[in-house]
């Protein structure tokens, strides 16, 4: 759960609006949480003031005054970026693909998989007829495509908003991480194929974790 969220329902908490099971999510969050932790207490002050109020009977207007000034102070509350991005979801997301693609490595090592590739076009009359550019582009979209979806699939599923715009940014990073690798990995082959590979596993990165999101978000806006 987001600070955003925990944030917004801080008040009701304190009136006691919150059902059962958002109530113990909340309290999980601030447990962990030092900064909802910190927003809470100060609004508990404010709540305390106004139970102070209501014995003198307060005008609804007051109480409505309290209640609006609270939640604008809420909102502009600034929160770090780095300090919520280790529970982020497109952290946790972009972790899950380099996992997934390095258990993908293992199994399937690219330089393995480039010398089966190329015995099996010289020696195949079915691939002589594709060019070779495009098998390795190819190739390396199900390298780049592959993982981030599984992920995707596994960890993305509280994105909510801009699945476009986020699926895009986790391909990106992704793609960030594993490029490099697989550079590092493949020392012995041409640079025009390493090149042309490490454009399929962008391609398929960022492809992967659009497709995965939006599909996701259109499932989920269809199911409810
Ligand atoms: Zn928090």
């Known amino acids: 759960m987001s600070c955003e969220i925990i944030k917004n329902d801080i008040l009701s908490l304190l009136a006691g609006e919150l059902t059962g099971d958002e109530h113990s999510r909340m309290l ?3 447990e962990a949480c030092s900064l909802c ?14 139970d102070r109020w209501e014995i003198e009977k307060p005008s609804s207007a007051i109480k409505a005054n309290v209640m609006a000034a609270a939640k604008d102070e809420l909102a ?4 770090p970026w780095w300090s919520t ?3 982020s979801v497109i952290f946790q997301t972009v972790l899950g693909a380099l996992g997934f693609s390095m258990i993908i490595y293992l199994i399937f090592p690219y330089d393995k998989i480039i010398n089966l590739c ?3 076009i010289l020696k195949s009359a079915f691939f002589a007829y594709f060019p070779k550019g495009l098998i390795y582009f190819l190739l390396g979209l199900l390298y780049g495509m592959v993982p981030i ?3 995707g699939i596994c960890f993305s599923g509280r994105i909510e908003d801009n699945p476009l715009f986020k699926g895009l940014g986790i391909g990106a990073i992704f793609a960030a991480f594993l490029i490099p690798f697989f550079i590092v990995q493949c020392p012995q082959f041409e640079a025009g194929l390493i090149f042309i590979m490490a454009l399929g596993i962008i391609t398929g990165a960022l492809s992967g974790g659009t497709g995965t999101l ?6 989920r806006t269809e199911a409810s």
């Open 28 to 30: 999980r969050h601030l």
């Open 37 to 50: 932790r910190t927003e809470m207490s100060e609004l508990e002050k404010t709540w305390m003031n106004m």
């Open 76 to 79: 502009g509350a600034h929160v």
């Open 85 to 87: 991005f280790p529970r």
């Open 118 to 120: 190329e015995t099996l």
């Open 149 to 151: 979806s599984i992920s």
């Open 214 to 219: 939006y599909l996701l978000s259109k499932m």
